[in-house]
């Protein structure tokens, strides 16, 4: 009997022990490389009705949503530059292990949300700190680019007029031809419209204004991209 009751109490510790190890198997809701990537359930904000192709497999994932993004900005394309000139890059700022989200044949459909800017000391997706209290701009404009992992940005749209809590139409990014490699999205520029709030230009008689702005380089904005591919049901909205 004694034998027995060491063997129950080693089974039930490997038993505990096999418990705290999380399995995901559900590949299309992966945590890793301190990434979160999520399949979102449209909803019903306005924002995802109408558009969008009704044909597909609706047993299909609804549509992938990254992780939130914040970045600095560089006052003019020459100063405080962002690694490799590029502000966020799927290659560099989404984990190794959840690249393959990124793969497909036929369809890469983007949009985008622009957010409010973060609180200060927080830290932005290239690990610097954003040391400035936030200000309130209105609207974003950014500068995606998707791309072959070894290509040259040919497919480029600028996502204007982003409103603060509000989504982009959606665009249907062209997708290179001949590579099974997962793509790159990159954005590649970003501005914003605090400068014409700043200085007053909304609420003046001045004419031919530009609105949209380089981003201060000592402040930080955010935003969210989402993206269908041919393994999730599309996004639904107005098309640019």
């Not at 995901?24 to 979160?36: E, M």
């Not at 047993?59 to 003019?76: D, F, K, R």
């Not at 997706?125 to 040919?154: E, F, H, M, W």
């Amino acid at each position: 009997m004694k034998r027995n009751y060491f063997t129950l109490s080693t089974l039930l510790v490997l038993l505990a022990l096999t418990s705290c190890v999380q399995k995901t198997t559900n590949k299309k809701s992966s945590s890793t490389d301190n990434t979160q990537v999520s399949v979102v359930t449209p909803t019903n904000d306005g924002a995802d009705s109408g558009g969008g192709d009704t044909t597909v497999d609706p047993t299909l994932p609804a549509y992938y949503s990254l992780p939130i993004v914040a970045v600095h900005g560089t006052a003019n394309p020459n100063y405080n530059p962002p690694p490799n000139g590029i502000f966020w890059s799927s290659e560099r700022n989404v984990g190794v292990n959840d690249q393959y989200i990124f793969q497909t044949d036929s369809r890469m459909n983007v949009r985008v949300k622009a957010l409010s800017a973060p609180t200060a000391n927080s830290i932005d997706s290239n690990g610097i700190a954003c040391t400035q209290r936030p200000l309130n701009y209105t609207k974003l404009q950014l500068d995606l680019c998707v791309r072959a992992k070894n290509g040259s940005c040919v497919f480029e749209h600028s996502f204007t007029d982003v409103a603060v809590n509000s989504y982009s139409p959606v665009k249907e990014f062209s997708v290179p031809a001949n590579t099974s490699e997962p793509l790159v999205i990159e954005v590649r520029d970003v501005k914003w419209n605090y400068d014409y709030i700043y200085y007053g230009y909304a609420n003046s008689s001045y004419q031919d204004v530009t609105e949209m702005y380089a981003v201060w380089y000592k402040d930080c904005v955010r935003f969210q991209i989402e993206f269908a591919t041919d393994e999730t049901q599309d996004i639904p909205g107005p098309r640019y």
